[in-house]
């Protein structure tokens, strides 16, 4: 069964999205605390595989040490090996805010018992109860199931090992790379349609669909590439190369085919996936009522490839309206384009726009 929205719907998806795009850069910088190869993760992965359990918060700051008991203060100076023998205690360890130093060891966390917690482990329990009520990052290791949960604010987010998170980045990497081959396939098929002007609603909705799906693959790598940390550089590299210029080709279609620019660049990432695979939903944020509808290019996407600059481009979509417009002008050698931006340009742009179209015929990409 179709799931289509409507503009209001899509507008509050946005902006729920904008918050949980907020809330996921927060954690970012806490991810980063605990990479590959930082001091922290080393002595986090001993423990784990050790089988130790540990509570770890990541910050001393007064409302955590307001919600301590117990315990020992030492304020020694932090390194993988100091920790790992210090959670070889029962209780909570407090480290500095900078990381620098393990300020409490073998203490009691004691958050506020009324604050909501999906755990059932006293340990994680208290992790979590203790990341909603100071907003300060909290590492749960659970000597049983030898994982590692980092707790912050509302988010929990599983720290998996470096061999499983770069097995599953190169895996979704060749994914991605077989959608960018798809995606260039129904651009160059977009380049003849738009050249001879046959163009249908549905011909710029594929490629928009594939464009969607790419960036919610990215967002899943750019994740798997943070958790890496160092050894995440490569995998970065190839991903940049996968993905260049995709953005910039997903902006130029929707200056030329939406008909409130600002309005679907903005509600078009907060589409969920099912709702993105339904191809109503691409059409309403678009602003059309069916697929049926009459679409021209308003030239932007092949005009950039050409050497105008964004400019003199802007100029002649505002005088022309259409890339058909503009194609039926030049084939009449009207003086209006002359008289825009010079005959020397016009004469350029001629030669320019013939050779593109020669190459899309042939099936090359432009």
Known sequence: MEKVIDKDEAELKALEGEKQEREFEELRDVIKRVTPGTPLRTAIDDMARAG?????????????????????KIDCK????HLVELCKMDGAIIMSGDMKKIVYCNTQLIPDPSIPTNET???????????????????AISQRRKTVNLYYKNIKYLLRGSEEILSKA?????????????LNGL????????????????????????????????????KYILELGIEGSLVNIL????????????????????????FTRTALPSLMLDELIEPENIIRLLLYSS?????????YRILSKTSLSDDTIEKIIDKFGSLQSLTDTLSLQSSMLNELIGEKATKKLVKELENLKEQALLGKKI
């Open 170 to 182: 190169i895996e979704t990497l060749r994914m991605l790379e077989k959608h960018k081959d798809i």
């Open 187 to 222: 651009l160059d098929n977009l380049n003849v349609l738009e050249f001879t002007n046959f163009t249908t609603l549905s011909d710029v909705l594929l490629p928009l669909q594939r464009m969607e799906i790419m960036f919610r693959i990215t967002e899943t790598m750019k």
């Open 121 to 139: 482990g006293t340990r994680h329990k208290a992790a979590e109860r203790t990341a909603k009520q100071t907003s300060r990052p909290v590492i």
């Open 239 to 262: 991903l940049k190369e996968v993905i260049k210029g995709v953005k910039k080709e997903q902006d130029l279609l929707l200056r030329d085919y939406s008909r409130n620019y600002d």
């Open 291 to 299: 697929s049926t509808e009459a679409v021209k290019p308003r030239g």
């Open 78 to 81: 932090f390194t993988a090996n």
């Open 52 to 72: 130790m359990g540990a509570l770890i918060v990541l910050d001393d700051s007064p409302d955590v040490l307001s919600i301590i008991n117990g315990g020992f």
